[in-house]
T-cell receptor, first 111, second 114 residues
Framework: DAKTTQPTSMDCAEGRAANLPCNHSTISGNEYVYWYRQIHSQGPQYIIHGLKNNETNEMASLIITEDRKSSTLILPHATLRDTAVYYCIVRVSGSARQLTFGSGTQLTVLP | GAGVSQSPSNKVTEKGKDVELRCDPISGHTALYWYRQRLGQGLEFLIYFQGNSAPDKSGLPSDRFSAERTGESVSTLTIQRTQQEDSAVYLC????????????FGQGTRLTVV
């Protein structure tokens, strides 16, 4: 799996958009970008994934650069409950390999 | 059930005792994972089951750790002769075989070895 780099921590004001970056400069053509988050004392939660097109679901939007070397997870209207560690993972979808989580970004939504 | 269920939610055991942790995956999910998360640290992969294939045990830290899965249902993680460094939250996740990275996690079992 390609290595990812994320900032250690970020703050965001409640109600504003939270933009979480991820660098994955060694990503391969068949590798997807996945985002998970882990709220304190809970198990990780799948958020969204994409290959090269931008994706949106009820939780977030994922913007992938044209060269696919970086991506941004966008929470359009952050709430206090979005405070969590956000993990960016790059891997081949459908492969028989385990998920691997790095250290992630601690997002703190401030009131 | 609707989600991945793990039991017990908390377990306190004495050093040297054996413990067994249980995971009930989402019905129909062929892939099942066990992870360990020590306080303030990231997730550490332990073992992976996919259908009837041989499990990927490459993450098990020692021979004191073992896991079983019956078909595509319940899995148990067993830790023998527990040590204090085994104290952690043990997380189980499951996913559809063709959408493995869209994994659903349980709430975990918090194991404390005293």
């Amino acid at each position: 799996d390609a290595k990812t780099t994320q900032p250690t921590s970020m703050d965001c004001a409640e109600g504003r958009a939270a933009n979480l970056p991820c660098n994955h400069s060694t990503i391969s053509g068949n590798e997807y970008v996945y985002w998970y988050r882990q709220i304190h004392s809970q198990g990780p939660q799948y958020i969204i994934h994409g290959l090269k097109n931008n994706e949106t679901n009820e939780m977030a939007s994922l913007i992938i650069t044209e060269d696919r070397k970086s991506s941004t997870l966008i929470l359009p209207h952050a709430t206090l409950r979005d405070t969590a560690v956000y993990y960016c993972i790059v891997r081949v979808s459908g492969s028989a390999r385990q998920l691997t989580f790095g250290s992630g970004t601690q997002l703190t939504v401030l009131p | 059930g609707a989600g991945v269920s793990q039991s017990p939610s908390n377990k306190v055991t004495e050093k040297g005792k054996d413990v067994e942790l249980r995971c009930d995956p989402i019905s129909g999910h062929t892939a099942l994972y066990w992870y360990r998360q020590r306080l303030g640290q990231g997730l550490e992969f332990l073992i992976y089951f996919q259908g009837n294939s041989a499990p990927d045990k490459s993450g098990l830290p020692s021979d004191r750790f073992s896991a079983e899965r019956t078909g595509e249902s319940v899995s148990t993680l067993t830790i023998q002769r527990t040590q204090q460094e085994d104290s952690a939250v043990y997380l189980c996740a499951s996913s559809l075989g063709y959408r493995e990275a869209e994994a659903f996690f349980g709430q975990g079992t918090r194991l404390t070895v005293v």
